[in-house]
């Protein structure tokens, strides 16, 4: 056994007291072994991995238990035997290499660091094996890319370099912390490839955690499933994905099932409730969309798909009005809207609302929930007192938080899904008919974004909403839009019912976005890589098109 | 000769240190038998443990010989042992000023004085105290702050003893033309301690104000007000307004209007700059979240913006900046007063009494009691500023810690 915890207890410490995050938690690593570590946001996955290196983050106190690795006993080990371990036997991996790459330095300089300070390698061997580790990791350019500073670089390409980096001692553990949490799909995937390669290459033995259960399913020969700092089960990836014991982990494996009926099509000649026609915008002298043309109808829901960059969020902003389009118009329900939203009327203004991807920055802080919401119902309705109170209450009923408990938190007393059902009391105070979702659901855990799913589909058809839905993840359009649009650098690439979209023939860009959407199935990464070739994925093959 | 001794005492004095904490070290893994406390402590925080200890040794020697028969010894370490013993009662003071928040009070006072620490405890009784000499000035000074009392000499020392110059009736002793020192110092703290906090507060008004209104409109207007700034913060902002005190003395005598008046406004003016910078980049900050775009396509107006929904975000730094500004106001008020264009007498001020009295300083090595006199002015400021320090520092801890 490379890694051994027995019955580890960990506790944060928050409001002057101790609380448990880890209960009595086992785990077994063989040398080569990857294992998979899933559960909610909050579940200790990231403690625990940081655990099984003999670290805590501050504020946090291992309180029972043992963990050795490799015969060592981490927890007792001086400063000087830890030392002599982290970096050289034991690599981390975090979510965010953008975050843990020091701006200041060159990559490659930082590559280096782990080799030469624990003498395993010289200055110069060290910078040739970090070459070639970029070559296996097909970074672009692999000799020279190291001798340029992480901002220069792109976030999938900085997760692979950082990659290589634990490498770089050829390790015997490494702990990926969600390492492609971050990326677009089709970086996504070149990264999982490229992890799985070396893993497999040098036989490291892998703890990965991630709440993606597609992912995991790519990267992992054992599953273990955490809840609440408990161990849910623990079983090979096979055995778990077809035959999972637990009901919690019967509930993760099902939200992927939601998926609403089908509508009839839109009447000919129907009005759109939001027309975009045309539109150019730019920021600044930099072209960010071009010629950009859909409908949205009454009770419809519009995805608008694409990677990071692709023009989604602009096209949100050239309807709200924050940014103004150099060509082309924006309708609302055959009208045109002015272009800037300081020009717009308090009514025009009411009937677009925002929901938006960040909870924790879309809600003031110090503004209480009831507050929150009753300000736009004060706002554009002029209800006070008694009348304004019974109208919030009604809405907090609407998205399932009870004014009694709720009314008077202030947000940070507040989970991330309940701070998203808040932004949409907010979107729905104003009672407007279209609703721009601006990734919604994408900071939240799976079970979490099911509930927001289902409660914004309930919403659209009591009130008979547009929705407008921005997102990358492929798996809520299939289960929550009606029609689909496709955008690629400013452009609209595709455009049609959902039905359509998801059955062949593709445009060639719709067809790599869907072939990269991790599926449940453990071979799905395997078959793709022998499908398409290992050069044909991802960037590499967006930037072939 | 004595300078190279000097050199050479605190090289032995280091050299020692340095070879005590390997020992200590060394002796502790022994001892314990390698318990990680020992066995993990770098070499530097040994060294900081026995050179701790031999400052702490110091301090008491220091104390002893300040308690010392022979008034040689005894006068070189006068104000240690003062400095000891003030920092001994203002503790015990401090805790027992806890104890007291920690039983009495709403259950959120409550709540407060437990997670506190008792450097803040500490400043704050210190602030009730000075706010209350403040504000009932006149019925606790035993005599007026312009009073030259009759028949009492000039310049007694402080301490009350009449063989070493003082009187029983003045413990602080008198001023150079027979003022008592006590009444004047309570009198101070009304007139700085006042005069500091309206102008504090309209430097925060004016700077806050326009900080907010640049980060939130932006554009040309964030330009203007920025390069203003700029040029008003280029100059040195104490010959700024020792310059600008010269002109207004001018106008102030035509116009009838208070030299006061006009240094609030221009020590105001001057010290708003600041208050803007920070106001502005905490605002820019601000504004670039959702709920202020949010609040934008609601369309809500400017006053909104600024007062309902950035304010409220930013007081944790502007609060903490106002307790800095404050200590920095009071102390370019009594620079003022020092250099002779701030708060005229006969009022009295702390800066001008420092000032008046500075000469005795001369007289700290072998008459404390006499070379005291203007230093009670200084330590009243120091006092203050650090004080509000303590209070600022634990507000801007509280503040960050409740956003985790």
Known sequence: MLVTIRDLWLEGRSDETWNPIINGVDLDLKKGEVLGLIGESGAGKSTLGLAAMGYCRDGVRISKGSVSFDGIDLLTASAAVKRGLLGKRIAYVAQSAAASFNPAHKIIEQHIEAPTQHGIMSRADSEQDGMALYQKLRLPDPDNIGFRYPHQVSGGQLQRAMTAMAMSCRPDLIIFDEPTTALDVTTQIEVLAAIREIVEEYNTAAIYITHDLAVVAQMADRIKVLLKGDEVETADTRTMLSAPTQEYTKSLWAVRSFERPLKAPVVAGAVPVVAVKGVDAAYGKVPVLHDVSFDIHEGRTVAVVGESGSGKSTTARCITGLLPPKAGEISFGGEVMPADYRKRTKDQLRQVQMIYQMADTALNPRVTVGNIISRPVQFYSGLTGGALRKRVDELMEQIELPAADYYNRLPSELSGGQKQRIGIARALAAEPKFIICDEVTSALDQLVAEGILRLLARLQDELSLSYMFITHDLATVRAIADEVVVMKDGRVVEQGPKHDMFTPPHHAYTDLLLSSVPEMDPDWLTNLLADRGVDNIGDAAVDKM | ?404
Not at chain 2, 88 to 94: D, L, N, T, W
Not at chain 2, 131 to 158: H, M
Not at chain 2, 319 to 333: N, P
């Open chain 2, 1 to 404: 000769m004595i300078f190279e001794s000097f050199i050479g005492n605190l090289a032995t004095l280091l050299i020692g240190i340095a070879v005590l904490g390997y020992v200590f070290r060394a002796v502790g893994q022994r001892v314990t038998q390698n318990a990680p406390f020992f066995r993990d402590m770098p070499y530097g925080v040994a060294f900081g443990y026995v050179l701790g200890l031999v400052i702490l040794i110091w301090l008491v020697w220091g104390f002893m010989q300040s308690r010392s028969e022979d008034p040689m010894i005894a006068n070189k370490f006068f104000f240690l042992g003062i400095a000891i013993q003030g920092f001994i009662g203002f503790a015990i003071a401090a805790w027992l000023f806890r104890l007291l928040g920690r039983a009495v009070g709403t259950a959120g006072s409550k709540k407060l004085f437990r997670s506190m620490p008792l450097t803040a405890s500490f400043g704050i009784l210190v602030i009730i105290i000075y706010i209350f000499l403040a504000v009932f000035a006149g019925a606790i000074a035993p005599y007026g702050q312009e009073e030259i009392l009759q028949g009492v000499a000039a310049n007694i020392a402080a301490g009350g003893d009449p063989a070493l110059g003082g009187h029983p009736d003045f413990p602080l002793g008198t001023d150079q033309i027979g003022r008592d020192i006590m009444s004047r110092l309570i009198y101070g703290a009304q007139n700085t301690v006042g005069i500091a906090f309206v102008t504090t507060v309209l430097a925060f008004l004016l700077g806050g104000t326009f900080g907010f209104l640049a980060a939130t409109l932006g554009g040309w207007l964030d330009q203007v007000l920025s390069r203003a700034v700029d040029v008003l913060m280029a100059i040195p902002s104490l010959i700024f307004a020792l310059l600008l005190m010269t002109i207004a003395s001018v106008w102030s005598a035509t116009l009838g209007i208070p030299l006061t008046i006009f240094m609030i406004v221009i020590i105001a003016v001057i010290d708003s700059t600041r208050v803007y910078r920070l106001a502005r980049a905490v605002g820019q900050n601000i504004v670039v979240m959702d709920y202020i775009e949010a609040a934008k396509l609601r369309g809500e107006g400017l006053g909104y913006l600024m007062f309902r929904e950035i304010l409220p975000n930013a007081t944790a730094p502007l609060l903490a900046e106002f307790g800095l500004r404050f200590c920095f106001v009071f102390l370019t008020i009594a620079s003022l007063s020092f250099l002779g264009v701030g708060i005229q007498p006969p009022l009295a001020d702390w800066g001008t009494m420092v000032r008046d009295l500075a000469g005795f300083i001369n007289y700290a090595g072998f008459a404390p009691t006499a070379s005291i006199t203007p230093l009670l002015a200084a330590g009243a400021i120091a006092l203050l500023t650090v004080a509000v320090n303590f209070v600022v520092d634990w507000m801007l801890h509280k503040s960050s810690g409740l956003k985790e």
